[in-house]
């Protein structure tokens, strides 16, 4: 099989003239500028295209966060990427110069929890929404959550009419800070603790822990489960 080339489009990727640190140092600089120029969390796929194939980019994310530390944003790993973010601790600064966030409207409790019902059995119908709530789930409130970015049409249901089904996006992760599904708390476990229940559920009484990606100091904190920031 013929060697793949390392060029994209004249980029000198491999920098094999380099001494080892100036070739780091300028791969290190290539993926955080990609990053940061990108409005949506940045995959591994794209960021290759600007490293060697020896560059690991784990390796070169880990430097990029080790020297943002202290800095008021950060760089976290959501929707299955990387993307820079300014941390919780500077929200109200920034709003309070800019005016950004003045105009988010929070999720309704009623339609954070179709959200987290959403995320957790997805893919589900509408009507097996209303099934587990006991009333009609209407359409206006999945337009909504549609409308946020939060969840997408999914397959068609086998069941009679083939009604479609409903998922959560990659917006629904990127928002709430999660790489992927699976980094959602572990419901079964959740239920053996106690911690969770469909009458808890039912009630807005939702207390489900998770790791806060963007804590102020860089490390992971517990804090209850809220869709509705």
């Known amino acids: 099989m013929a060697k793949r080339a390392r060029r994209e489009e004249g980029l000198d990727i491999e920098l094999a003239e380099l001494p080892a640190e100036l070739r780091w140092r300028e791969w290190m600089g290539r993926v955080e500028a990609v990053i940061f120029a990108s409005p949506e969390p940045v995959g591994r796929e794209v960021l290759a295209r600007v490293v060697g194939r020896d560059c690991n980019l784990d390796l070169i994310i880990e430097d990029i966060r080790e020297e943002l530390r202290g800095r008021p944003y950060e760089l976290v790993t959501v929707a299955g990427g990387w993307q820079h973010r300014t941390k919780k601790g500077f929200a109200d600064a920034i709003r309070a110069a800019t005016g950004l966030g003045a105009q988010t409207k929070p999720l309704s409790q009623s339609d954070a929890l179709i959200l987290m ?33 939060f969840i997408a049409a999914g397959p068609r249901s086998p069941q009679p009419g083939a009604p479609y089904t409903y998922v959560t996006t990659k917006g629904f992760l990127s928002h709430f800070g999660f790489d992927t599904l699976r980094d959602l708390p572990d419901m079964e476990a959740l239920e053996d603790a106690g911690l969770l229940s469909k009458d808890r559920l039912l009630a807005g009484d939702i207390p489900i822990l998770i790791s806060d990606l963007s804590g102020d100091d860089g490390e992971a904190e517990n804090v209850d489960l809220d869709f509705s920031e």
Do not use: N, W
Request: with cysteine; glycine share 16%.
């Open 117 to 149: 019902c959403i995320a957790y059995f997805q893919p589900i119908t509408r009507g097996e929404l209303g099934q587990f709530f006991g009333k009609e789930v209407s359409r206006d409130v999945i337009g909504h959550l549609r409308s946020l970015g």
